[in-house]
């Protein structure tokens, strides 16, 4: 029998729609935990002081906190730091791991600037392993990269490397040519102290082709960058050796060591950068020894080799034994030479320091008289095959620059042919976007001016409409002056004439008789003060429809003036003459003084307004004149308000003009002919 348990299976969707839910907050919570892991193994492993397989099992430790992390820019930013740590580790095997997988994820990223950073970990491991080409190579891919990610300071890291690699292969033209591309970059990302680097490159170059003059030159360019340098002094002391250096080279062994003493007069300096005081003090020394200045000589050559071996500087713990090996040849003592210029081709041979073990080699040949041919066979077959190893890697660096001049041309064909398909089509866009708003223009510009005749047809309307309505008003008040003076000159004189012919009439008979004419007479009287008074009463209703333009003015100056807030002066010197123009002309003037009202409002900030109205000859004028911020009116576009102030004025056959002074005020002057506007 099997028994069925219904909830059961809703129990387990519950409980797995929780765990959902619930799982991207451990992980984002989780998130700070592995950085926190991978920071502090991190730099566990950039411990020196560590055995290199401790330093190799943190590095694991860290790579294993971010391995499961999603595959974007900070992973690759991560496992590139693991890859700069591992390359210093004796064993290669994790570096090619972890670069391998670095490598991958910037190609799967398609980031530019992750691929010049990847081939740059490859050129520096092989950089250390003295294995040019390679590194070349990796170098050339990475500055391809970081120009198409437009990072012109690590292009121009990139171009200082590759300089650096001709250098050590003789090929010194094509590291000059490197070498000033990266000066002109460098100083157009303002880094001095690259430029710096640059020039000491140079020198050097120039010391090697024996053209010792021009190394000077390069050195002093480089000494007068030094001043923008945070640590100056160690690098004047720095320029100092190079410059004293080459003065040795030129056989002016009092001028190098003018410049070896002053640069060892920085004690507190020195103190610091001991590396830099050996070398110093040795590089005295030696040139002591052309000097014939032998004393405490051999003190300061012991005292600057045991420094350099403590440091664990290989090429100059060989130099300093070179040099010694030189001393005691000078001094006669040609077994302590040897022994010292022995030690340092062992020292040479091991490290693969090909140009120290020649120079120890034409030292051994000299001293050891008895081996001399031995020593100088060996010397012309290592020479071969530097020089055949250096040709060879010269002719693939020429095609490498061949192949990048190519891409770079290529480069800058691709950017002018886009250049110009941009150009064409910002400028068919342009064109489109300008016919457009053109089109839209003249739409606009038909809709205002259907707006305009439509405004100008309802304004004739009204206008029609207004001047029926004047006609009529005008018949109107002809009626009431016509029944006005029938009434005053007509009926109340006959009324009065009834009245006083009656009232002097003798009058006789009964006492009722007498009230009863009394009575009438009272009436009679009374009637004709009424018909006196209706007549006045007519006359003012005329009288007022007369005054009402004038008035109107007032009102319409009275009620923008308060909703602007503003003082309102109205004067008006010959109202009379204003009185007789037609009705269709006061209407105009009304229309043009509020729209003059209603713009002072809105834009002027005046503070005043007045309205002045007087007539000079056969012209009357109307001035509106504000204490407002004023304007440029030939800057002013002239909008429907002013278009339609102007189109008044002409059916007015006046003029109309405006003045106006910046924080001053404005004047809109109208100018109207009297006798061809008059009723």
């Known amino acids: 029998m099997i028994t069925y348990y219904p909830y059961g299976r809703r129990e387990i969707t519950f409980a797995l729609m929780l765990w959902l839910y619930f799982m991207p907050i451990g992980i984002t919570a989780q998130t700070p935990h592995l950085h926190q892991n991978f920071e502090k193994y991190l730099l566990k492993a950039q411990q020196d002081s560590l055995s290199p397989i401790t330093r190799e099992r943190y590095l694991k430790i860290a790579y294993s906190a971010i391995r499961s992390t999603r595959a974007d820019s900070v992973k690759y930013s991560r496992i590139s730091k693991l890859v700069e740590v591992a390359e210093h580790l004796p064993d290669t095997s994790y570096f090619i791991r972890i670069a391998a997988e670095g490598m991958q994820l910037a190609k799967d990223l398609e980031n530019p600037a992750h691929l010049g950073d990847a081939h740059w970990n490859y050129a520096s491991y092989y950089l250390r392993g003295k294995e040019y080409g390679r590194s070349y ?31 050590e292969t003789h090929d010194l033209t094509g590291a000059e040519i490197l070498l000033f591309r990266c000066i002109k970059i460098f100083e157009q990302a303002k880094k001095p102290r690259q430029q710096y680097r640059c020039y000491n490159v140079l020198g050097n170059n120039a010391d090697d082709m024996e053209e010792f003059d021009k ?52 004690v507190n300096e020195l103190s610091r950068s001991p590396a830099l005081h050996a070398m110093l003090l040795d590089n005295k020394a030696h040139c002591l020894v052309f000097l014939g200045k032998l004393d405490d000589v051999e003190q300061d050559m012991r005292f600057a080799m ?103 041309a290529e480069n800058e064909r691709l950017f002018r042919q886009r250049l110009w398909i941009i150009i064409v089509g910002v400028s068919i866009s342009a064109i489109s976007i300008l016919l457009y708003l053109n089109k839209l223009q003249r739409s606009k510009n038909r809709e205002l001016l259907f707006e305009r005749e439509q405004q ?61 004419n009394r009575k009438n007479l009272n009436l009679l009287e009374q009637l004709e003060s009424e018909i006196r008074n209706l007549s006045h009463k007519l006359r003012s209703i005329v009288y007022t429809e007369e005054e009402r333009f004038l008035d109107t003015l007032k009102t319409l100056l009275a009620e923008k003036s308060e909703i602007g807030r503003l003082t309102s002066v109205f004067e008006c010197k010959n109202p009379a003459d204003w009185q007789q123009l037609s009705y269709v002309s006061k209407i105009n003037l009304q229309r043009i003084v509020e729209e003059i009202l209603q713009n002072v409002v809105k834009h002027a900030r005046a503070h005043k307004i007045s309205i002045l109205m ?47 002074t910046i924080g001053i005020g404005t004047t809109v002057m109208i100018r109207i002919p009297f006798k061809l506007n008059i009723q």
């Open 614 to 660: 007087y007539r000079e000859l056969d012209t009357l004028y109307l001035n509106v004149t504000d204490d407002g911020k004023g304007f440029k009116y030939a800057r002013v576009k002239r909008g429907l308000g002013m278009k339609n102030m102007e189109a008044r004025s002409q059916k007015l056959n006046g003029t109309f003009s405006i003045q106006s």
């Open 137 to 167: 190579e990796h170098y050339n891919r990475a500055y391809k990269y970081f120009t198409a990610a437009k990072n012109d300071y690590y292009s121009g890291k990139m171009l200082y490397n590759m300089a650096y690699i001709a250098s």
């Open 215 to 266: 190394s000077l030159h390069y050195y002093n360019k480089a000494s007068q960058l030094i001043p923008s340098f945070k640590d100056s002094l160690y690098y004047k002391l720095e320029n100092l050796n190079n410059q004293g250096v080459r003065f040795h080279k030129m056989r002016n062994y009092e001028k190098a060591e003018s410049v070896f003493t002053t640069a060892l007069t920085y």
């Open 306 to 408: 045991r420094l350099r071996d403590s440091l664990g500087e290989t090429a100059g713990s060989i130099m300093s034994r070179l040099h010694l090996a030189n001393y005691y040849g000078k001094i006669g003592d040609t077994l302590e030479g040897i022994a010292y210029a022995k030690e340092a081709l062992e020292m040479a041979s091991g490290k693969e320091l090909t140009h120290h073990k020649l120079e120890a080699l034409e030292l051994l040949a000299a001293l050891d008289r008895p081996n001399t041919i031995p020593y100088l066979r060996q010397h012309i077959e290592i020479d071969k095959s530097i020089n055949a190893r250096d040709r060879k890697l010269r002719n693939k660096f020429t095609a490498i620059r061949y192949e990048t001049a190519k891409y770079i």
């Open 456 to 516: 100008q047809y309802d304004e004739d309307m009204y206008l029609m409409a207004l001047t029926q309505k004047t006609n009529l008003e005008k018949g109107r008040t002809e009626e009431r002056q016509r029944i006005s003076k029938e009434l005053h000159d007509h009926i109340v004189s006959r009324l009065f004439t009834l009245r006083f012919q009656w009232q002097t009439a003798p009058v006789g008979g009964e006492k009722e008789m007498l009230s009863l």
